[in-house]
Structures are given as structure tokens and as C-alpha cells.
């Protein structure tokens, strides 16, 4: 198979995860927009970024499209994830990905700088517990530079809107199922192709034995999601000296932080 030829097979594969997840969050790209902006808007079009809890490197993708003066670490402990990722930025010197578990106390040190100008992070950190998403938050203080920033976009449900939630639900859950109905993919199926392409089975089987077998029903980390004061007061917490929410929908928001 020619560079060329892997490179593509790859790109498919990082197409098929932003449809996938697309299924889940429309808004996505929105949200992709608003954390690029404040970017640009703090620490200029030049950013050296860490993609944290990268997956596949969707973050990176549309940093590196949007700012081609751009460099990006992704970091992630996720093996087919990461054979993705790798894949679909080889050859590409602005973009570098790491195997590393947030919730190991030295992950920091396989990080190829001591300090980003800013750190990025979509729909991935709501599977740690708030301690421990706590201690991460002091950690990454420590990775942003002064004057740097941080944003998380993630699920950050507000339990004291119940009307409003489960009419979001219900209507969520509505249009899920007519796209399913016309061919889209959920998370369970998704990975079951992963496991499908011969050139990612043994990847999906280190994941399955590291994280968990995804095609299994199990809890994904929204039953101890925590809203966006939380965060807020937590990164306050950790020593940013502004957090505020800069984006919203019914379930989800992202937070951004100053150093």
C-alpha cells in the first residue's frame, strides 16, 4: 500500500468518526468555531496547541486547516484512536501525537514542550470523576503558558431545567433515529467496522482490553458530567485567574480558561 493509498484509508476512517460522532452533536463544528476564535482571538493565528484527549485528531484537523502557521501535540491513550490519528497526519510536520493516560500523575513529561499556548479538548474528559478531573485541571495550569489558554467542550448537563432536558431528549432522540433510519452510524456500530478493517483489528483489540469493549452497553461518563459553573470554579480553583462559559446548547458547553 503506497503512502498515498494509507493516507486516504486513513482520512476515510477520520471522515467516518466526525459522521459518527455528528450523530450525536450536531452543533459540533459550532463548537469547533468558537474555540478556534478564542484562540486566534488570545494567543494569535500561530498557536502551538495541545489536542488533549485527541481521539482521532479532529481538533488538530481543523487547527491545522484554519492556521497553517499551527502546531499541534495530540495526546491519547486510545490505540485504534491514535492508528487513526497517526495515519491521517503522516507526513504532516506541524501535527505530533502521544500515547499517554490523563490519569497517570506524569503524563505531562512525555509531552514533547513544557508549555502550549493553548490547550483544547471536545466531548472527552466527562468520563473522569470530578476529583480526579480536578487534579487535571491543576495539572494543565501547569501546561499552559502565561497568558495562555484553555477551553474543554464537552457534556455539561444542567439539572435544574428537567422541562427543558427532556424535551431536548425527546427531540434528540427523534432525530437520532431518522438518521439511523437512513444509514447513520451510532457509536456501537461504529466501532464494530473498526474491528472489521484488518489494517485496525489489533488496534481495536488492545483498546477494548485497555478502555473497554465499546460494542458492550456500559456507562460513557454522563452520569457524573458536572455543568459549566463547576468547571468554572474548579479552574478558578487550579489557578486560572478568568474561567466563564463561552458556549451553550441544552446538554453541552464549552468552558474557557486564562492563565
Request: contains cysteine; proline residues 6%.
Amino acid at each position: 500500500m503506497t503512502e498515498t493509498v494509507a493516507v486516504s484509508h486513513w482520512r476515510a476512517w477520520q471522515e467516518s468518526w466526525d459522521r459518527q460522532q455528528e450523530w450525536y452533536l450536531p452543533d459540533r463544528e459550532e463548537r469547533f468555531r468558537v474555540m478556534l476564535d478564542a484562540v486566534e482571538a488570545v494567543v494569535g493565528p500561530e498557536p502551538r496547541v495541545l489536542d488533549l484527549a485527541c481521539g482521532t485528531g479532529s481538533v488538530t484537523d481543523r487547527l491545522l486547516r484554519r492556521f497553517p502557521g499551527a502546531e499541534s501535540t495530540g495526546v491519547d491513550l486510545d490505540p485504534a484512536l491514535l492508528t487513526i490519528a497517526r495515519g491521517s497526519f503522516a507526513g504532516e510536520s506541524r501535527a505530533r501525537f502521544v500515547t499517554a493516560d490523563l490519569r497517570d500523575p506524569d503524563w505531562p513529561e512525555k509531552l514533547p514542550h513544557a508549555t502550549y499556548d493553548a490547550v483544547l479538548t471536545s466531548t472527552a474528559l466527562h468520563w473522569l470523576t470530578a476529583d480526579r478531573l480536578r487534579v487535571l485541571y491543576r495539572q494543565l495550569h501547569g501546561v499552559v503558558r502565561d497568558g495562555g489558554l484553555f477551553v474543554n467542550a464537552d457534556h455539561m448537563p444542567d439539572g435544574s431545567t428537567p422541562r427543558l432536558n427532556e424535551a431536548e431528549r425527546a427531540f434528540r432522540h427523534a432525530r437520532q433515529q431518522r438518521a439511523r433510519a437512513e444509514g447513520a452510524l451510532d457509536w456501537a456500530d461504529w466501532w464494530r467496522s473498526v474491528t472489521e478493517d484488518p489494517l485496525l483489528a489489533d488496534a481495536a483489540a488492545e483498546r477494548f482490553a485497555i478502555l473497554g469493549n465499546p460494542l458492550l452497553p456500559g456507562d460513557h461518563g454522563e452520569d457524573q458530567a458536572q455543568p459549566p459553573a463547576w468547571h468554572v470554579t474548579a479552574l478558578r480553583e487550579a489557578g486560572f485567574a478568568e474561567a466563564r462559559p463561552v458556549w451553550c446548547s441544552v446538554t453541552d458547553a464549552a468552558v474557557l480558561a486564562l492563565k
